[in-house]
């Protein structure tokens, strides 16, 4: 560690952080050069919020509705989220169980602070979204990752996770469908996951199924959660939200369900001491969003124009030597493994090839991230923005489809073309690399 490093508590050295966020700077760069980069990192749904939505948040405004509410959310919309449970999960939930965040993010952490005392383990997928790998080291917890296999279509095996259960585990991280992968997993595995909890875990240990893409599933699926299945409720927090669902990335409203109130009123307690509580007007668009009897529709285009451009990029990364690529059943992410492409420009005997300190930083899919991003001008994240350890040797890069599909097909004819350039990697590991990475 620096002196300067000890200006802070050692958490704050070992806390991760979220990539999508880090590679806004670069891309600003590039684009100050002149460049217009193409941009599928981004993990939000290019669409408005519906117009009712909006509308119902703009009206709160004007009625005046600034202050406080009840920090664990108001009752009106705390009664529309436990009714959708009922009709999306078949779940009996009391508005008691149900709490507001300021977005899907805040009760992954939340969650961790709660349950788990040092020492203590927390199961996640990997890849996964970041922030599950964040907070085991900044808590003095212990992180396990599950790792997802690319054969089993980014799902796991109830025998995977068997093996990584031990009697330090308190907290089991879901997440179908999948962010980065768009893995979904079906009803038998689900089952056969849930048998191996009730089997290894005590009753509590608790499974933290976040299920903010509960609604971007495709091919006619309906989305299952594994609160739904037996003796799985009183075991389960159900994490969703608004960001994605009704492309409200903006507004930072999300929530979460417990399988008591007690559990409830802790995390209550969690907002009182970090946020207070969520704007008024957020919470009245939120419930506008759930009730609203145009909302079905509204998504389910959203939802149908994912999967078209899904259909269509999918099929244009295979056509590229060097990558191949699973169809994701949901979510609106394509995960392609570019190990070959990786082989073809040098990535992996670049990356050999680094300094030990700067390896720990990136990986070859990460330098091959930022040589398509600063000489082919397309935003992406790589695997290793996705958990990082154990994730050794796996070369994936994150494509978003939340753009246009003229965009994204313009992506897909630049990342071909930086697949075939190893001649401008070579250039850009022994120029722009030492700065960038
Ligand atoms: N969970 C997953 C799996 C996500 O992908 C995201 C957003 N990318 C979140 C939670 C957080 O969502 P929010 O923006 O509502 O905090």
Redesign the pocket.
């Given at each position: 560690m620096t002196e300067r490093a000890r200006l802070f508590a050692d958490r704050i050295y070992v806390f991760g952080t979220e990539n999508a966020f880090k590679v806004g700077p670069h891309i600003a760069r590039v684009e100050s050069e002149g460049n217009k980069v193409v941009r599928l990192n981004l993990?939000e749904p290019d669409f408005d919020i519906p117009p009712f939505v909006r509308d119902e948040v703009k009206r709160q405004l004007d009625l005046g509705n600034t202050h406080y509410t009840d920090p664990k959310g108001i009752l009106p919309l705390r009664k529309a989220i436990a009714k959708q449970m009922e009709e999306m999960r078949g779940l009996h939930v009391s508005p008691e169980q149900v709490v507001l965040f300021p977005?899907?993010?805040p009760s992954?952490g939340f969650t961790q602070e709660a349950y788990c005392n040092p020492g203590d383990e927390v199961i996640y997928p990997s890849p996964g979204?970041p922030i599950y790998e964040s907070f085991p080291a900044y808590l003095g917890a212990k992180p396990v990752p599950l790792h997802l296999s690319e054969k089993e279509n980014f799902t796991f095996t109830a025998q995977q996770l068997d093996k990584l259960i031990t009697d330090k585990t308190r907290v089991i991280i879901l997440?179908f469908p999948s962010?980065p992968t768009g893995g979904v997993a079906t009803k038998q595995q689900l089952e056969s996951i849930a048998d191996v909890i009730k089997k290894r875990c005590r009753p509590d240990v608790r499974v933290y199924s976040?299920e903010?893409y509960e609604y971007i599933v495709f091919d006619g699926n309906k989305h299952i959660s594994i609160a739904s299945l037996p003796g799985m409720q009183e075991r389960t927090i159900i994490n969703s939200?608004f960001?994605k669902t009704f492309a409200w990335?903006g507004g930072r409203i999300?929530y979460a369900v417990f399988p008591t109130e007690e559990e409830a009123n802790v995390f209550k307690n969690l907002n009182i001491n970090y946020f207070s509580c969520i704007p008024p007007f957020t919470q009245e668009g939120a419930r506008v969003a759930l009730e609203h009897p145009e909302s079905k529709a509204a998504v389910a285009k959203m939802v149908a124009t994912f999967q078209q451009r899904r259909d269509v990029i999918v099929k244009k990364l295979n056509e590229i030597d060097g990558i191949s690529c699973r169809m994701p059943g949901g979510a609106f992410y394509i995960f392609p493994n570019i190990a070959g492409v990786c082989r073809k420009v040098g990535a992996i005997d670049a990356f050999g090839k680094l300094p030990e300190d700067v390896q720990k930083r990136t990986s070859p899919s990460g330098l091959f991230q930022m040589f398509l991003l600063y000489r082919h001008h397309v935003a992406t994240l790589d695997r290793s923005s996705f958990g990082r350890i154990g994730a050794e040797g796996q070369h994936y890069l994150r494509l978003s489809i939340a753009s246009e599909l003229g965009q994204l097909e313009e992506g897909v004819r630049r990342l071909a073309a930086a697949s075939e350039d190893r001649a401008g990697f070579d250039n850009f590991m022994a120029t722009l690399a030492r700065e960038v990475i």
């Open positions: 993990g977005g899907g993010k992954i979204f997440n962010n976040d903010i939200g960001s990335t999300g």
